[in-house]
């Protein structure tokens, strides 16, 4: 087996690639803001236990196509911060609504992020507001419209730029090859 060695200078070197495919960034909850639909609140720390669970157990929190069941799409990581419930999740494009779902996501029409809980601890506000200070993460979707205003992708990362950047290598051997 030959090896072939390219030196190419520095100022055609110029691309930047990031390998994660698929994968989308956002806020499933915000912190303090009324769900008017639901007339609930989530309160800072809600998720901290559930979180903690997901991760000692090793299951990711499921990705859901507008919290269809039988529609999982992907997988997410979770962190609480000053804002909210911050996610990132990789969408599978080998399953077929994955693929969909990334196509509206990356061209800006499905924007939404919504979960799916189960409230383990809450206490009532001024106006009958349920406040939920334990909630049991159950799956985070994509939606279209999204009953938190601030539950929203705010990321989206793709492989488009390797695709071109191996293209644009490809042609650049091929032509010093036919030099050769």
């Known amino acids: 087996m030959s090896r072939e060695h390219l030196t ?11 390998e994660a495919s698929g994968v989308v960034t956002g806020y499933a909850a915000v912190f303090d803001e009324v769900v008017q639909g639901f007339n609930e609140v989530v ?4 998720f901290t236990r559930t979180i903690e669970e997901h991760r000692a157990s090793n299951n990711p929190i499921v990705m859901l196509w507008s919290h269809d069941v039988t529609a999982p799409i992907g997988k997410w990581t979770a962190t609480e911060d000053q804002r909210g419930l911050r996610v990132e999740g990789q969408i599978l494009q080998d399953v077929a609504k994955g693929k969909e779902a990334l196509a509206l996501v990356r061209n800006g029409i499905v924007t939404g992020l919504s979960i799916g809980f189960r409230a383990r601890a809450s206490e009532r506000g ?3 507001i ?3 200070t334990d909630a049991q993460l159950e799956e985070v979707s ?3 419209f999204p009953a938190a205003p ?3 992708v705010t990321g989206v990362r793709h492989d488009a730029g390797i695709t071109a950047f191996l293209a644009a290598v490809n042609r650049g051997i091929s032509d010093i ?4």
């Open 130 to 132: 349920r406040i939920i």
């Open 142 to 144: 994509l939606v279209a």
């Open 150 to 152: 601030g539950a929203r």
């Open 177 to 180: 090859r036919g030099q050769s």
């Open 8 to 18: 190419l200078p520095p100022s055609e070197c110029r691309f930047a690639i990031d």
């Open 43 to 46: 309160r800072r720390g809600a």
């Open 126 to 128: 001024t106006k009958g």
